[in-house]
């Protein structure tokens, strides 16, 4: 059983629809991350939160501890947005482990 | 500013092979340090982790190792290489459990084929 559950796993739209991803988890938590991993491979943090809400730009990420659930939000996608997004969570007994979801490829078509 | 060096970034080893991929981190003081791997189409699996010089933690068992020579120093390495060894490793590193909301960092990443 994965500890982390990324939906869905391969999401195409057109260009400045509004998109969603979703990630559930099921150990506990200190913090959640949302990265991006563009097609060369480079991992880049886009989001670390441990409550609520956070936004840069276009994008939003939203937390619920209680159902152990995040979502990424996307406005007016663009074609500069498809990459694969991950979430992550640093689990919280010790602090030093991460868990991963196995990614949304995400694609916008102009 | 902080930042994190992993090289080399493409490599091709044939079976049998020894490896030795570096990280080395910048800016920072007593990192956690993290090997990953990422086979094609599968999410990240974590080979090693380091709270410390010389503290190491192995997470899947295989044919590699891990060594922290110094604080900002993590070191990949394997004697032979196996054909399943093939695949993509990131180094990370974040702050440790006191600073929980540390980001994690990766380096660019190693592709790796073993023929």
Redesign the interface.
């Known amino acids: 059983k994965n500890e982390v559950e990324q939906s869905p796993q391969n999401l195409t739209a057109q260009e400045g629809e509004f998109i969603t991803i979703n990630c559930s988890y099921s150990v506990g938590i200190s913090a959640l991350h949302w990265l991006q991993q563009h097609p060369g491979g480079g991992i880049v943090s886009l989001f670390m939160l441990s409550s609520g809400k956070k936004k840069h730009g276009r994008l939003i990420a939203t937390i619920n501890i209680q159902e152990k659930h995040s979502s990424l939000h996307i406005t007016a996608s663009h074609p500069r947005d498809s990459a694969v997004y991950i979430c992550a969570v640093r689990e919280r007994d010790t602090g030093n482990q991460f868990y991963f979801g196995t990614g949304t490829s995400l694609t916008v078509i102009p | 500013s902080q930042t994190i060096h992993q090289w080399p970034a493409t490599l091709v080893q044939p079976v049998g092979s020894p490896l030795s991929l570096e990280c080395t981190v910048e800016g920072t003081s007593n990192p ?1 340090l ?1 090997w990953y791997r ?1 086979a094609a189409g ?3 699996q ?1 080979l090693f ?1 380091s ?1 410390g010089i010389g503290q190491i ?1 192995s997470e899947v068992p295989q044919n590699l190792s891990a060594s922290r020579p110094q604080d900002r120093q993590f070191i990949l390495s394997s004697k032979k290489l196996l054909l399943s060894d093939s695949g ?1 490793y ?1 180094c ?1 590193w ?1 702050q ?2 006191l600073r ?7 380096g ?2 190693t ?1 790796l084929t073993v023929t």
């Open positions: 956690n993290y990422q599968r999410g990240l974590l982790y709270v933690s993509f990131l990370a974040s440790g459990r929980d909301e540390s980001p994690l960092h990766f660019n990443g592709r």
